[in-house]
């Protein structure tokens, strides 16, 4: 089987780092992705890790360790604009084969 | 626009009526994703497709559930007889050709509502 989890629900101040975990147990690896998706609106894609450490793109970084099924996204100098959902999915098999995806991560940013 | 296009945006139907979303994937893209969302769920797999083949349907139920991607023309999820759990939304992705750094672009999403 496949298990993604994530926490429900974070609040964070604007200006102020925040960490968004996520653990996985998958059949295979080929890769973990984040998105981000605003209510009503469809996920956009934030990043991919298929090697273990870190990958940084602006403002958003991303962390991934395979032998302990765990990754990150990171989060700096929030903005408000920031609120939004962030989903953790993985690629289990080889190929263009279908994401599977966590519950996601309803994160609030608060003035 | 050269994003995802999906339509409608809305739909609702009466239980019974039958529903068909359409999706037109990117430009360049022939790899198609069907996933539903529920409110505080999150995006389940239906059904992978190419070009005119059905490569996985592991998550579409095996009843009133029907997906197509014709050479010509957009991508089609079909739900006959609708029911009130059948309400949610359902979004459609893309992607180019088979490599594993390949994300997935969604498109809007349509919600169904089923009264």
């Known amino acids: 089987g496949q298990n993604i989890d994530q926490p429900t629900e974070m609040t964070a101040t604007e200006g102020a780092i925040v960490q968004i975990n996520c653990t996985y147990q998958?059949?295979?690896?080929?890769?973990l992705f984040w998105y981000q998706q605003h209510a009503g609106e469809a996920p956009t894609f934030l990043s991919y890790?298929?090697?273990?450490g870190l990958e940084e793109k602006g403002r958003f970084s991303s962390f991934l360790s395979r032998s302990k099924g765990y990754s990150y996204l990171l989060l700096k100098e929030l903005q408000m604009k920031d609120s939004a959902s962030y989903l953790c999915?993985?690629?289990?098999?080889?190929?263009?084969?279908?994401?599977?995806f966590g519950k996601g991560t309803r994160l609030s940013v608060i003035a | 626009n050269a994003g995802v296009m999906q339509n409608p945006r809305h739909l609702v139907r009466r239980r019974g009526q039958e529903a068909r979303l359409r999706c037109s994937p990117m430009?360049?893209?022939?790899?198609v994703y069907w996933y539903r969302q529920l409110p505080e769920e999150g995006l389940k797999f239906m059904v992978y497709?190419?070009?005119?083949?059905?490569?996985?349907e592991s998550g579409m139920p095996k009843e009133r559930f029907s997906a197509e991607f014709p050479k010509e023309g957009p991508s089609i999820l079909r739900i006959q007889q609708v029911v009130r759990g059948d309400s949610a939304a359902y979004f459609c992705?893309?992607?180019?050709?088979?490599?594993?750094?390949?994300?997935?672009?969604f498109g809007n999403g349509t919600r169904l509502t089923v009264t």
């Open positions: 992705a893309s992607s180019p050709g088979p490599r594993d750094n390949s994300p997935l672009h």
């Open positions: 890790n298929v090697l273990d």
């Open positions: 999915a993985v690629r289990a098999n080889s190929g263009n084969t279908p994401l599977v």
């Open positions: 497709l190419q070009k005119e083949n059905i490569i996985d």
């Open positions: 998958t059949s295979g690896f080929n890769g």
């Open positions: 430009k360049g893209h022939s790899h």
